[in-house]
């Protein structure tokens, strides 16, 4: 089985310019995560998709992030204008297929894309 | 408000110098604890599950185990290859979401 694969891996931009993310996801599965890291922190959720709609965004700065998830595939994860606080690591996941008895899903990450703001 | 604290930090160990990495949660219901393993310029690698306290998972030189308020992940002997960020987190019950909710994280560096 394939594993999560994100674009670009590095990418630096400058204070109030944009920049967007790609994440296809392990095939068949319907969840999308897209999660925020910051140096030194956990991963953050700031979305989650189930199919085409969005499940949770309560993270999501909405005022400078978008994403979509066109045809329940794929995933953009999009930014505009970028703050200097928005310099973090980019990571999508999806559910890897393993569940214990108790319904907890293991989740498997891409290598996740590193943004840098100037 | 669920919540995952980990420590210590960072921890520094001479090869064959066992230690144990400490995990405190607090969840509304909990469906199940995760630890993961991250290494610079790489996504979160898939360690263990737990759910039910008293549980205990072995791979290797890792154990995992469970109560109801913490997690810890005993390595025993580490070498340097085990040198990385080990995260701890939390999928908790109740809701649409599946959501984890990620603590901060121990850096792990293990001396030859």
């Known amino acids: 089985e394939a594993g999560v694969a994100q674009s670009p891996r590095y990418k630096i931009i400058e204070k109030r310019q944009s920049v967007a993310f790609w994440c296809n996801p392990i095939s068949g599965h319907a969840t999308l995560y897209w999660y925020q890291q910051i140096l030194g922190q956990g991963p953050k959720l700031l979305i989650q998709?189930?199919?085409?709609?969005?499940?949770?965004d309560s993270q999501l700065p909405k005022d400078r992030f978008s994403a979509e998830r066109l045809k329940g595939v794929d995933s953009t994860l999009k930014i505009q204008p970028a703050k200097l606080e928005d310099s973090a690591v980019y990571l999508c996941?999806?559910?890897?297929?393993?569940?214990?008895?108790?319904?907890?899903?293991?989740?498997?990450f891409g290598a996740g894309s590193r943004l840098t703001v100037l | 408000e669920d919540q995952v604290t980990q420590s210590p930090e960072a921890l520094r160990l001479q090869e064959g110098e066992s230690s144990s990495l400490n995990c405190s949660y607090t969840v509304s219901g909990l469906r199940g604890l995760f630890w993961y393993r991250q290494d610079p310029g790489k996504g979160p690698e898939f360690l263990f599950t737990l759910y039910s306290a008293g549980e205990e998972k072995e791979k290797e030189r890792l154990k995992a185990t469970l109560t109801k308020k913490e997690s810890f992940l005993h390595i025993t002997a580490p070498k340097p290859e085990d040198s990385a960020t080990y995260l701890c987190a939390v999928q908790a019950n109740g809701g649409a979401t599946n959501k984890l909710i990620f603590g901060t994280g121990t850096l792990l560096a293990v001396q030859p």
């Open positions: 996941a999806s559910p890897s297929g393993l569940v214990t008895p108790s319904g907890a899903n293991v989740l498997t």
């Open positions: 998709f189930q199919n085409n709609g969005v499940v949770d």
